[in-house]
């Protein structure tokens, strides 16, 4: 049983920064695997925000980059998303992945927790 639980979560000013975390357990990390960040806003499409691979390989959504940077600590199987220079237009729930695939502006990720939110004014 996959469990993914994500903190972090607030709501801050402007040009301010958040960490958010994410624990994973009862997934299989001996192989090839992806993990990440999605977020979706009320109204708006789920999107792809970043994800890291087993080979410390990060992607990032074109909205966040240069922004926001995600790292793991493999041995505690937890991923986080530090978000710098915050925009209103980051508002949104902030959901943590694993199993993800991303190419081509596609994102899609197979285990999800249940989000974290993030409110930026």
């Known amino acids: 049983h996959v469990q993914l639980v994500e903190s972090g979560g607030d709501s801050v000013q402007a040009g301010g920064s958040l960490r958010l975390s994410c624990a994973v357990s009862?997934?299989?990390?001996?192989?090839?695997?992806?993990v990440g960040w999605f977020r979706q806003a009320p109204g708006k499409e789920r999107e792809g925000v970043a994800s890291?691979?087993?080979?410390?390989?990060?992607v990032y959504s074109e909205s966040v980059k240069g922004r926001f940077t995600i790292t793991q600590d493999k041995a505690k199987h937890t991923h986080y998303l530090q978000m710098d220079n915050l925009t209103p237009d980051d508002t949104s729930m902030y959901i943590c992945?694993?199993?993800?695939?991303?190419?081509?502006?596609?994102?899609?990720?197979?285990?999800w927790g249940q989000g974290t939110q993030v409110t930026v004014s």
């Open positions: 992945v694993a199993g993800c695939f991303n190419e081509g502006g596609y994102w899609w990720a197979q285990e």
């Open positions: 009862g997934y299989n990390f001996d192989d090839y695997y992806c």
């Open positions: 890291i691979d087993s080979g410390d390989y990060t």
